[in-house]
């Protein structure tokens, strides 16, 4: 299995109170990505990592910022929960060198913004 | 932008049965990759299965394979001798190689249940 950690596992959080989450990988993988995964959408991508300090926006990146200092972390945060936020959250990682580049999941974040 | 449809957000298969998972995508790339991933109760996302849309040949793993067909935009997964542990959210997705890495595009998924 590929060396990637989210943690927390689980976190329940009040509207309005910021959150972060973090995404951390032992693969050296240049890519990082953030989706999440809701009902009926399957997953959507947040945002993602090309490089240190290199990220973008994805599909649905209203409400939440990143940040990448170093290879191994990506952090999520969202600075203002809010109850649209409640959901699972993937971090994903990818060598990204060729099409051949499979991407490897985190094991999921729930969160429950109350 | 891509997207991916799963038009079955629920199927169900009797044990040793053959069951076959539908996804449409539109896209305009010519070079791309498609998935299939399984994610069990375990919330764990596992891939399944991979197509080169340069291959015309349909990939294969053991029970499962694919038919797809370049033209229509279409890729679906047929599971041969369902069993017991193919119980989970089936998700199809497409992928396309450019400066931003890997970016998957997911459709909304089939909750398959195999029953006995």
């Known amino acids: 299995d590929a060396g990637i950690t989210q943690s927390p596992r689980h976190k329940v959080t009040e509207t309005g109170t910021p959150v972060t989450l973090r995404c951390h990988q032992t693969?050296?993988?240049?890519?990082m990505y953030w989706y999440r995964q809701d009902p009926g959408h399957g997953l959507r991508l947040i945002h993602y990592?090309?490089?240190?300090?290199?990220?973008d926006k994805g599909e649905v990146s209203d409400g939440y910022s990143v940040s990448r200092s170093k290879t191994e972390d990506f952090l999520l945060t969202l600075e203002s929960a809010t109850s649209s936020q409640t959901s699972v959250y993937f971090c994903?990682?990818?060598?990204?060198?060729?099409?051949?580049?499979?991407?490897?999941f985190g094991q999921g974040t729930r969160l429950t913004v109350v | 932008a891509q997207t991916v449809t799963q038009s079955q957000p629920e199927m169900s298969v009797q044990e040793a049965e053959t069951v076959t998972l539908s996804c449409t995508y539109d896209t305009s790339e010519n070079n791309y990759y498609l998935f299939w991933y399984k994610q069990p109760p375990s919330r764990q996302m596992i891939l399944v299965i991979r197509?080169?849309?340069?291959?015309?040949q349909n990939a294969t793993e053991n029970r499962f394979s694919v038919n797809f067909q370049k033209a229509a935009k279409s890729f679906s997964l047929k599971i041969s001798d369902s069993q017991l542990g193919d119980t989970a959210m089936y998700f199809c997705a497409f992928m396309k190689h450019n400066n931003a890495g890997n970016m998957l595009t997911f459709g909304g998924g089939t909750r398959l249940m195999v029953k006995p």
């Open positions: 693969e050296n993988h240049r890519y």
């Open positions: 197509q080169e849309a340069y291959k015309q």
């Open positions: 994903a990682i990818a060598e990204g060198r060729s099409y051949l580049s499979e991407a490897f």
């Open positions: 990592s090309y490089g240190v300090k290199d990220t």
